[in-house]
Structure formats: C-alpha cells, structure tokens
C-alpha cells in the first residue's frame, strides 16, 4: 500500500478530531515511518519545519507528547531573547504523510506553549482558538470559513508554451492548452487533499501577461467551509505544497497581491458562515439573507479600516486595492457584486430545480442546497498571517451580532451598483473608504485595537508588533511616489514576491 495515495482520515478510518496518540504510534510503526516534522507558523507568515529521525518508540512517544523547545524570539518579533524559550506540541489532528520527502515522514502542525506550559496567548494559532471559542460562547453558534487561494505560476518562455497564446487578462476558468499550468494546479489539488485540506475546486484566473521573456498564469484554488481553525490549517498547508511542487516541477510561484501594474491582482478572500444544530444560519425561512448574516456585516463594515492591518500586511497590497481591478475600496456590502468589500454570492435560493431541466431523462431533484450560502470579504491577500486574519474576521462577526445598531448599519452600507462606474460617484462619496497604506491601516487599527483585545483575543503585545511592523513600512505617499518614480513598483514587487 503506498501511504501517500490516501488521507490520514482514510489511512485510519476517523475523523481528524478524533486522532489519538495510540492511532499516529501505531500507524508509524506499522509502516516504517522513520521521520517526524513539526511545522509551525511565524510572523513571516510561513511555515517552519523542525525535522526528527525516530530511533525507537521511547523516542517517539516523547517528542509527540512533550514536544520541543524552539527559540521564539527569531519566530517573532514580541519575544524578548531574555526570556525566548518556548515549546511546540503537534496537534495530532492536523497529522499528514509528507509527499515531497525522500524518506517516509509524518508532519504535524504545532501550537506553541509558554514556560509555564500554557497556551503562547500572543501566537496566531491560539489567538484563533479564542477568537472561535469567544464567538461561541457569545452566540451559541459556531463560525466557520474557507479561502480562495489565489496565486501566480511563471516560466520562461519557450517554444511550446509560446503555442495556443491565452487572451491577456482573460484567463477565467481557460482550458488547456491556453491555459499552461492547469495540470500542475490538479496535482497541487491532489496532494492538499492528500494532507487533509478540504477543496471545492480549482480553476485558472483572470490574470495571464508575459513580461521579461516570461510568461505569468494566474490561478486559484477554493476551499470548502469549515471549522475556522481547519480553515487556516488548510490554507498554511496548501500554500507550503504549491511552493515545494513548484520547486520539483522548475516552475516559479507568487501569492504576492500584486506583481505588475495594469494586471489582476491574487487575493485571499474568505468566505464565512454562521452554523447552528448543523443549520446555516445564514439565511432565514424564506430563504433570504438572515438578520444575523447582515448583522455579521455590519461588523465587519465597522470594523474594516482596521481589518486591513491583518489582511493587507506589506505596501504592494495597496497597489491592489485599487478601483477597476475586482478589487474593493470602499467599505460597503452587496448581493453578487464583486465591486464591494463584502459580497453576498448566488446561493442556490431560486428555488427552481436546475438538475432535471438539464438532465431531462432524469426524475426532478429538490435539494435543500442552503447550507451552501455564504458572505465573502474580499480584501485580503497573501500578505497576511492567516489565523490573525481569521481571527480579525471571527471577532469582527461576533462584534456585529453585539451591535444594538447592526441592521441600522448594514442597511447603510448596502449597494446595488457597480461603484467604480462614473454615474454612481455620488453614491461612492457617501461610503468610507478603506485604507491607501500600510501606515493607514495600522492608524486605523490604533483606533479600534480594543475590538481585538476584547476578551483577551488578541495580546496587546501582538497589536502592538503589528502597529510597528506596519508603521515601519513607511508609505503614507506610496500610490503618489509610484506615480513619479514608476520603476519603485518593479523594485517593491521584486521585495515582497515571495510574502506569505
């Protein structure tokens, strides 16, 4: 049995939540898995790996259940060297076989523990732990997400690739061969769901240039919802396997937001839903959008000036955020308009089955497909630390469901038209604006930081961290500066090409 063809869920026949440290031994020893991996987030917003070679059960037994120390302080930029030392215990429910190594190897994510053998209550994978439990504990609900990755492939160009040109930005859901990275995505898909990540489907994107003798693919995979902390396990993992496959195929990959001017731009946006019982709370009985759902928005209206210091981390996200790039920049919500921040996708609410009318030989189909509905915020990018984003957005939810105003809120920020049209400029001077810069967002975020540290979220050390790393960028002026010095563009996409 090759191990690697199937998911751990499979390979053990449980559910991930349910793995014990009898299940991952067992397992280990039954098919001489000699290697153990501890990966584990930093601020840089990648995964980090510490490598073990098994030499008995002892040792097994003992790095799985009491972990390892790592030296914090080069993990992140609020630990003191003075008092560094932290420990990393796997989370045996995040359990993978790597694919990439030579040698049979078990990988795990890992949270990170304090001297005191408590929760590090200032790394982003806890704060995401109380960021999910607060909103429950609130609401009696659970918040669940999933992203869109999206992300650029590039190659030289050659004789074969220069074959079957695709339309330049007009990528969207091409085919090969004038899409030439598709297989490349399928296998990326493939070895995500191997490691557990659960996708809904992949697709090229929008954006596809050549530049330099180059040629540059857009492309996106999308997840299915889930628990939040899956969610962002899910998106850290997939983001390490597209690199490390991209390495073995000789191809170069960036989830940076922007990499040339006049091009699409890769976000992150993530999808969210509101469950209860194992309901979607997000609509009501009729099938319309929920008073919790506009709720939920009305939090993330308020709090999206600040949201952008989590989700848009480095000067290039605001290149991105620009008008006519399927980009927001205003802080306003709408049904199946991708000129907002927060958009309300088609959700199968038409009540009409579509399934006969195109299969005619078959008998009529009347599927509830409501759990299908979500709300989607469409700011974020790659720049961010995923679970200080999904964190920012659960507690910006569960702010909403609090607020006495909130319908009167979201009532105000709705819209119906494109706003990037010249006849709906009167309607974009009455809506906020989301923040120009990284120093913006980090004033922004000055200001409403007790939302965050409310309930002990977020530690105002990691604000704190955020504050400065942001201000430090220094690029109040950055969109006027490109315009006078066009090659800063160049020189800042080269810097930030390979973030998060």
């Known amino acids: 049995m090759d191990i690697r063809s199937n998911t751990m869920q499979a390979l053990l026949g449980k559910p991930a939540a349910e793995f014990t440290l009898a299940d991952i031994t067992g397992f280990m020893k039954e098919n001489g898995i000699g290697m153990v991996n501890f990966m584990y987030p930093a601020a840089d917003g990648r995964l980090k790996t510490l490598n073990f070679v098994i030499t008995n059960e002892q040792y097994l037994h003992s790095i799985l259940t009491s972990g390892e120390r790592v030296d914090g302080s080069s993990l992140f930029p609020f630990i003191e060297a003075g008092s560094s030392d932290l420990y990393v215990i796997p989370r045996l429910r995040t359990a993978f076989i790597d694919p990439f190594a030579e040698l049979p190897t078990m990988s795990f994510l890992c949270a990170f523990f304090d001297k005191d053998g408590n929760r590090l209550e200032s790394s982003p994978e806890y704060t995401l732990v109380k960021a999910k439990k607060a909103f429950t504990e609130a609401t009696g609900m659970t918040y669940e ?296 967002s980090a004033e922004q975020l000055v200001r409403q930081r007790a939302a965050y540290e409310d309930k002990g979220i977020f530690s105002p050390a990691m604000i704190d961290s955020i504050i400065a790393r942001l201000r430090a960028y220094n690029d109040t002026n950055i969109r006027e500066e490109v315009k006078k010095r066009p090659e800063l563009m160049s020189e800042m996409v080269r810097k930030y090409f390979y973030c998060g």
């Open 145 to 440: 997400a999933m992203g869109e990755l999206e992300y650029y492939v590039s190659a030289p160009e050659d004789e074969q690739t220069a074959m079957y040109p695709a339309v330049d930005q007009k990528g969207y859901h091409e085919s090969a061969p004038f899409a030439k990275f598709n297989s490349f995505r399928t296998q990326c898909m493939y070895y995500i769901a191997l490691a557990g990540g659960k996708i809904k489907y992949g697709h090229s994107e929008v954006g596809n240039f050549k530049l330099n003798g180059r040629i540059y693919e857009q492309n996106e995979i999308e997840f299915l919802p889930t628990d939040v902390e899956e969610a962002a396990d899910n998106l850290m993992i997939a983001k390490w396997i597209i690199r490390n496959l991209a390495y073995e195929y000789g191809l170069d990959t960036s989830f940076a937001p922007k990499i040339t001017e006049g091009k699409a731009g890769s976000g992150l946006h993530i999808h969210m839903r509101i469950m209860k019982d194992g309901k979607n709370m997000m609509l009501d009985g009729n099938g319309n959008l929920s008073d919790i759902a506009r709720r939920a928005i009305a939090g993330m209206m308020v709090l999206a000036p600040s949201i952008t210091a989590f989700g848009n981390a480095n000067p290039t996200s605001y290149f991105r955020l620009v008008p006519h790039q399927e980009a927001p920049t205003n802080i306003c919500w709408g049904d199946r308009n991708r000129s907002v921040l927060v958009r309300v996708p088609l959700g199968w609410t038409a009540k009409r089955d579509m399934f006969s009318q195109a299969n005619p030989n078959d008998k009529e189909m009347h599927i509830d497909a409501s759990n299908k509905q979500t709300v989607e915020i469409r700011s974020a990018d790659c720049s961010a630390d995923i679970y200080q984003l999904l964190s920012a957005l659960c507690v910006a939810c569960r702010y909403g469901l609090e607020l006495p105003d909130g319908l009167d809120i979201a009532a105000k920020t709705y819209v119906d038209v494109n706003i990037h049209k010249e006849e709906n400029k009167d309607r974009v001077a009455s809506l906020e604006q989301l923040p120009d810069s990284c120093v913006a």
